[in-house]
């Protein structure tokens, strides 16, 4: 495939007028998203009476 400099150029501006780079569309720049087992003591945190609340769901 051959790349065409106008539409390189478009979409370089493109990514500019958004304040985007390259990098940002790269796994590395994802922030990492927590297991169950190291969400469930944040969940667990919460006062009895918030958890009463929702326990009956």
């Given at each position: 495939?051959t790349m065409d400099p106008?539409?390189?150029?478009?979409?370089?501006?493109?990514?500019?007028?958004?304040?985007?780079?390259?990098?940002?569309?790269?796994?590395?720049?994802?922030?990492?998203?927590?297991?169950?087992?190291?969400?469930?003591?944040?969940?667990?945190?919460?006062?009895?009476?918030?958890?009463?609340?929702?326990?009956s769901f």
């Open positions: 495939m106008d539409r390189v150029a478009t979409a370089r501006a493109l990514l500019e007028h958004l304040g985007l780079t390259a990098a940002d569309f790269t796994d590395s720049n994802r922030p990492a998203v927590p297991t169950v087992a190291e969400y469930l003591p944040v969940v667990a945190a919460a006062s009895p009476a918030t958890r009463r609340t929702y326990d």
